[in-house]
């Protein structure tokens, strides 16, 4: 198989080949992180026939997880991607709960044809990358969420690096990576797993599954749900633990989805990246205890040398 | 005083603050120069005036005054003319209505702070290079100070001066001996007040320094954590209670636990115990603990009415009955030092390892440097605030005793209702009338006074001051303001939102958690008997001495103070929330009302009815 690979088996190396979303999610598998199953597609399988591997490599995962025709997301895994000064973030398609080989090549042709659309295009331009527009995909077993989220390894506002920021909204996470609600959002320590602080949103949209299981839908939440906070204690210290050993593996701050599963309550890593704008620090001189005590006195700073 | 000046900006004008009804006059009760006065009034209306309720709560007694005097000449004498510190100058204060505001002087000459620097560093440099030695000393200084206190003895008037005055040539006569002593005791309180802030500039800014580190790297960072990773272990203040615990279970053990009963007194307690063997063990027990260790205020010490648990058992005793109680359930009483230095440890790692490696090493030696000067900051309170001003109001009781027994006062208690020159002026006409055999018009003139006093204190304490009068400054750019009492540009804001009332109060998160519960508000020390388990205390401010109750109590919320209060570092301990510098949590919150305190977040709701 030639145009393919499990995602546990891709690491760094592979993302010219595989792009940035499948190579990140293989580097988080080898790092024990908890990460939905699944394959990946190369850039270029664009030009070939993968109908026949795309069904191997979809039957492997179906027995791994001992179900029939499980849901998928389709999405793309462009090269150039994922990397730490530039987020594709929302320019390229996603598909959620795909089920059966036809349906996933219909997504993955999508896919392909998406990395043309106008907006990818231009985002790129934008971005002055101008290395011939490729990308592979992400084929990953859908984890039926009920609540999901995104969280960063510090917080984006202050720069704070002690803190995880984490925004969790009910069902999955299209409603709040596409901001369609107000998520709840929580400020946690990392060194004590303290909750330092919360605001808990009215969370009145949520995607589910469709009923036939194919696709997604948005539904309201009735108004006794919609103001619960969504996450307790145990998830949030949970989720920081995630955060951490997802930082320490890749050495900077990253961005991640998560999502928590409806059947277990286990949480699940769905894709991660490098934050890409943090608050600028003004850079500061290098200054001692002492004078540092000093100017808290109102020493000038010149004085203070 | 009912100019109709209007208020500026937020906060009413000092000069526009009326007079309670029927407090009229009670401007005699303090200096002329404590005074908002028209002849100052060009500078004073266009100051920013804090209410110092964190030391001063309650409406001043005349002679209490001089614990606002002697602690602001000796602040502003170190902070002013010996370490020069750039910025800022002393403290003024002014009374209003019986309360004490006060406001920073600010030098604002470039020149000058410049000037003023070149002092600052070299003698700041040398305290913080000196450090350990130099409380050392100072330590060996107060203790000094404490037992000439004790040995000063104020003298009776005999009806014949003994032989020795006759025959002797050391001994003087009793009218100069009266006054002498007199003198003597306000002398050494100075001389307290000037131990007392030898360090503490320098103490809070070192750690003040550590904190506004640790908030520019770390910008959420927890006030607690901070707090934690700096707070000492073996704590002088922890150490009385912790006699407690160990005097509790020494009452297990020797089989006298069953005569500490809920409700009843010490003296019955002590009845009690004093029939058996084993309790008379206890008993000598407990007097081998009591000296230094009772020697705690039952409240911060400003005042004349915060007696020590020596004066007043009933405090360290409602914490044994306690602690035998807890004991008695199979529940651990002692303060878990190992898992709190651990844990001291732990965060001052964790949270290193997150900096870059220039910022963590200058993380390392602010650290160092904040726990070197900690002890002090933590353990000044103890020798100066209450073991010596608790036994210092004890010897101005002994000359309130001397003039009651001449006439010249009801009682002897009553001389905290004059003025330390009041006191000065009726032993002069005392010794004199004694000396010369004459009619004393004393009894016919102070009782009066007192008399009059008292009732306008009384109608003064009902009276809410403000939090701030005059004009709201831009920013609060004192350092002395922003870190003794945690007066900062955002409090102040908050302070002038509040002036509309309103259902929430906003004050620092210092310990974390919520909970809901009723409130008791403790206006002062004599009420502190009436709290129930389980209620919140709603204070001006706690203070360590009240430690023993924080076991009965479920959150605590105070008007003043940020995170270095004590207040804070005892709810920590005590693994309670607390909300404190509300500036009005107990003009807005009444005993009995439901209130949450949320003190992770540092707000407390008020959940039934409005207002107090």
């Known amino acids: 198989m030639q145009y393919t690979r499990p995602l546990a088996e891709l690491r760094r190396a592979d993302e010219a080949r595989f792009g940035g979303k499948s190579a990140s999610l293989g580097e988080l598998l080898a790092a024990g992180i908890p990460v939905p199953p699944g394959f990946a597609l190369s850039t270029s399988a664009m030009r070939a026939p993968v109908h026949d591997e795309i069904a191997a490599r979809y039957a492997e995962l179906s027995e791994s997880v001992r179900e029939p025709s499980p849901a998928v997301a389709v999405r793309s895994s462009a090269v150039g991607e994922d990397s730490a000064d530039a987020t594709f973030a929302g320019q390229l398609e996603s598909y959620l709960w795909v089920r059966g080989v036809d349906e996933i090549c219909v997504a993955v042709r999508d896919c392909w044809a998406s990395l043309n659309s106008v907006r990818a295009q231009a985002y790129r331009e934008h971005l002055g990358a101008e290395h011939e527009a490729a990308t592979g995909v992400t084929i990953q077993l859908m984890v039926d969420a009920a609540v999901s989220g995104v969280m960063f390894t510090c917080n984006p506002v202050s720069g704070d690096p002690s803190m995880v920021a984490i925004n969790a909204s009910w069902g999955l996470g299209l409603a709040v990576v596409g901001g369609e609600v107000t998520p709840d959002d929580y400020l946690v320590s990392k060194v004590t797993r303290e909750v330092v602080r919360e605001r808990i949103s009215t969370k009145d949209v949520e995607y589910r599954p469709a009923a036939d299981g194919r696709g997604t839908e948005r539904t309201e939440v009735p108004p006794d749900r919609a103001n619960v906070r969504c996450l307790d204690e145990q998830a949030l210290t949970r989720l920081v633990e995630l955060a951490r050993q997802v930082e320490r593996h890749f050495g900077c701050h990253q961005d991640i989805e998560w999502a928590k599963r409806r059947s277990d309550r286990e949480l699940f890593v769905l894709q991660s990246r490098p934050v890409t704008s943090l608050p600028e620090r003004p850079p500061k001189a290098p200054a001692s205890a002492l004078s540092l005590v000093m100017s808290q006195f109102g020493v000038p700073p010149h004085a203070s040398d | ?612």
């Open chain 2, 1 to 612: 005083m009912a100019s109709a000046t209007p208020a500026i900006g937020a906060f009413p004008s000092p000069y526009s603050i009326e007079t309670p009804p029927g407090c009229e006059g009670w401007e005699e009760m303090y200096p002329y120069y404590a005074i908002f006065d028209e002849r100052r009034r060009q500078t004073d209306e266009n100051r920013f005036w804090f209410w110092n309720s964190m030391h001063f709560p309650v409406p001043m007694p005349a002679f209490d005054v001089l614990c606002i005097d002697s602690p602001y000449q000796a602040v502003g004498s170190w902070q002013n003319r010996v370490f020069a510190v750039p910025p800022a100058m002393g403290i003024d204060y002014r009374i209003v209505n019986g309360y004490v505001y006060i406001s920073g002087n600010p030098v604002t000459d470039p020149e000058k702070i410049a000037e003023r620097a070149g002092f600052f560093q070299k003698r700041a440099g040398y305290y913080f290079e000196n450090w350990s030695e130099l409380y050392d000393n100072w330590r060996v200084k107060m203790e000094a100070l404490i037992a000439e206190l004790e040995e000063l003895r104020v003298p009776d008037l005999p009806e014949y001066e003994p032989d020795e005055v006759a025959f002797g040539d050391e001994r003087n006569t009793a009218f100069y001996e009266v006054l002498d002593a007199y003198g003597r005791v306000v002398r050494l309180g100075d001389l307290m007040w000037q131990h007392h802030f030898e360090f503490l500039l320098l103490g809070y800014g070192a750690y003040a320094t550590f904190v506004e580190f640790c908030k520019g790297n770390l910008p959420d960072i927890p006030d607690q954590h901070i707090a934690q990773m700096v707070a000492g272990i073996d704590v002088l203040l922890f150490r009385p209670d912790a006699e407690l615990r160990r005097l509790a279970r020494l009452a297990i053990e020797s089989g006298v636990d069953s005569a500490f009963i809920e409700g009843r007194s010490p003296e019955e307690i002590e009845a009690e115990l004093s029939q058996s063997d084993p309790g008379r063990g206890w008993l000598r027990e407990l007097g081998e603990v009591k000296d230094p260790w009772f020697n705690m205020a039952t409240g911060d010490g400003l005042y004349h009415y915060y007696r020590s648990w020596l004066d007043d058992p009933s405090i360290p005793y409602a914490a044994l009955i306690g602690h035998i109680g807890a004991l008695r359930a199979g529940e651990q009483i002692e303060r878990p030092t190992e898992e709190i230095q651990r844990e001291r440890d732990r965060l001052a790692e964790e949270y290193g390892a997150l900096l870059d490696e220039h910022s963590r090493q200058t993380f390392g030696e602010l650290l160092g440097l904040s726990r070197s000067v900690f002890p002090y900051v933590e353990e000044h309170k103890f020798f100066c605030d209450y073991w010596f001003l608790t036994r210092w109001w004890n010897k101005v009781r002994e000359f309130g005793a001397l003039l009651a027994d001449h006439g010249f006062l009801e009682d002897g208690e009553d001389v905290f209702q004059l003025s330390r020159h009041e006191v000065s002026c009726a032993l002069d006409e005392l010794v004199l009338t004694w000396a010369t055999g004459g009619q004393p018009l004393g009894p016919k003139h102070w009782p009066d006074i007192v008399a009059r006093r008292k009732h306008i204190l009384e109608r003064l304490g009902e009276w809410t001051p403000p939090p701030a009068l005059g004009v709201t400054p831009d920013a609060v750019t004192d350092p002395m303001t922003i870190m003794l009492w945690g007066v900062t540009t955002e409090r102040v804001q908050e302070w002038a939102r509040q002036q509309e009332g309103g259902k929430e109060l906003a004050g620092a998160a210092a310990s974390p958690g919520v909970i809901e519960g009723v409130a008791r508000v403790v206006r002062s020390v004599n009420e502190v008997a009436d709290i129930r388990e389980g209620e919140i205390l709603v204070c001006g401010s706690t203070s360590p001495a009240w430690a023993p109750i924080f076991s009965k109590i479920k959150a605590t919320v105070t008007d003043v103070g940020g995170v270095m209060s004590h207040a804070a570092i005892v709810c920590r301990e005590y693994g309670l929330p607390a909300v404190v510098g509300t500036g009005r949590a107990t003009a807005q919150i009444r005993t009995g009302q439901t209130i949450r305190v949320d003190g992770t977040a540092g707000v407390v709701t008020l959940l039934d009815g409005r207002d107090g």
